[in-house]
């Protein structure tokens, strides 16, 4: 099995930065994705940023770049985002999501973002 835990949420103010991590443990894959979702009230989950198969590529949804960063510290198996310039809507319970070939995905269990206006 794979343990993917979330950190690093909270409540911060339009303009504001938040930094969330996700520690990985467990099964080791030879091949996959890990990126970052998130889910506001009443909205779907949505891919916030993620690394693509080869471990390096990025994408980000149009909304987020040049505001969020992905990264990653394979030596810890951790995985990071930046989050800088925080808007109201990005309020939403953030997600770390591991995608293995065979087209198996593990979730976190979540983190709060607020941003208030």
């Known amino acids: 099995q794979v343990q993917l835990v979330e950190s690093g949420g909270g409540l911060v103010q339009a303009g504001g930065s938040l930094r969330l991590s996700c520690a990985t443990s467990?099964?080791?894959?030879?091949?996959?994705?890990l990126g970052w979702f998130r889910q506001a009230p009443g909205k779907e989950r949505e891919l916030v940023a993620v690394f693509g198969w080869s471990g390096t590529s990025t994408h980000y949804e149009d909304s987020v770049k040049g505001r969020f960063t992905i990264s990653r510290d394979n030596a810890k198996n951790m995985l990071y985002l930046q989050m800088n310039n925080l808007r109201p809507d990005d309020t939403a319970v953030y997600y770390c999501?591991?995608?293995?070939?065979?087209?198996?995905?593990?979730w976190g269990q979540g983190t709060q973002v607020t941003v208030s206006s």
């Open positions: 999501c591991l995608n293995a070939t065979g087209g198996r995905s593990y």
């Open positions: 467990g099964r080791t894959f030879s091949k996959y994705r």
